[in-house]
């Protein structure tokens, strides 16, 4: 039995294969919709003076459905030239089509991901047999370590525990981002596998490390980077309280963000009144928050204390 002091829950955060907070970053564009890289490496520094670990570019917040490939490996370069190598960063690649995703995987190593964050195939609605063989020829397809991404209120089909813990025998699968929200599910699964759980809903960051993440994926953490690392910080010391006083006071900011409308339009108008981007556009079907849902979004985070 492994000591204390080398269980996942105590490890340094370089020990772990992508830290413990990493933030599914957003993806800039001009007022036109064209590709705003300057942009994105404000936002990765931002994100990166907050204290991330890791970075997710290409996923879901960053609007990869609207993006060509060709974008993403721009992205995955221009986050690199301005983070450095001291920072992880983790590439979305998942499509609904698995020869697809292989091709986005290769590429992405080529283009100096350290890792790759792989979604449930949406849409097609895939068997568990169809899962188990979708990720694990995308594992067999790069020296990459893989996350895989259940979020079953997006892709329709959710990863069961018997699948996770199945593909959790691949030496590339290693974590999961977790937003479906079973927790006795997450159990199972870590009480059975060596796999690192990182939670991906905020509403349930505390909760979620409670049962044995070892970090978060985060989308609030645009703003509240720094809260964030205090909560995991708290979480990693033993300390309850700090943890549990960190997440209530951010209730309002998660709720603005995440509860909304869609994520990816929240965070943009937050980043804009927090002063990190000039431009909160967003590639269609997506579009900016109303002036509606700007003032209520001001008021939350004013509650939350995250802007004046």
Request: charge should be negative; charged fraction near 20%.
């Amino acid at each position: 039995m492994s000591s204390p002091e080398s269980t996942p829950s105590s490890a340094p955060s370089a020990a772990l294969p992508f830290g413990r907070l990493t933030t599914a970053m957003i993806t800039p564009f001009r007022p036109d919709g064209s590709l705003d890289l300057d942009a994105a490496q404000r936002v990765a520094r931002h994100l990166v003076d907050g204290g991330n670990d890791a970075l997710v570019l290409n996923g879901t917040t960053g609007e990869a459905p609207t993006t060509s490939d060709e974008e993403k490996v721009r992205i995955i370069q221009a986050v690199r030239e301005a983070v450095g190598d001291g920072i992880k960063l983790v590439a979305g690649v998942g499509t609904n089509d698995t020869a697809h995703t292989i091709a986005c995987a290769q590429q992405a190593e080529a283009a100096g991901a350290d890792g790759l964050l792989v979604v449930t195939p949406y849409y097609n609605k895939p068997p568990q047999d169809g899962l188990r063989a979708h990720f694990t020829a995308v594992a067999d397809a790069t020296g990459l370590p893989n996350m895989l991404y259940d979020i079953p209120g997006r892709s329709g089909v959710e990863i069961r525990t018997e699948t996770l813990i199945a593909l959790a025998e691949h030496p590339r699968i290693v974590a999961v981002k977790d937003a479906k929200g079973d927790l006795a599910g997450t159990t199972k699964v870590l009480a059975n596998t060596d796999l690192f759980y990182y939670c991906g809903a905020d509403e349930l960051n505390l909760a979620t490390m409670a049962v044995g993440a070892v970090g978060i994926a985060s989308v609030v953490a645009h703003v509240a980077s720094r809260e964030y690392r205090q909560l995991i910080d708290a979480v990693v010391a033993g300390d309850l309280a700090t943890a549990q006083q960190i997440e209530r006071r951010l209730v309002p900011a998660v709720e603005a963000i995440m509860t909304r409308t869609q994520g990816a339009i929240m965070v943009k108008a937050a980043l804009k009144l927090a002063g990190v981007i000039e431009h909160a556009t967003l590639r269609l079907p997506l579009v900016e928050a109303t002036a509606e849902q700007v003032d209520w979004l001001t008021t939350d985070l004013k509650t939350a204390g995250l802007i004046a």
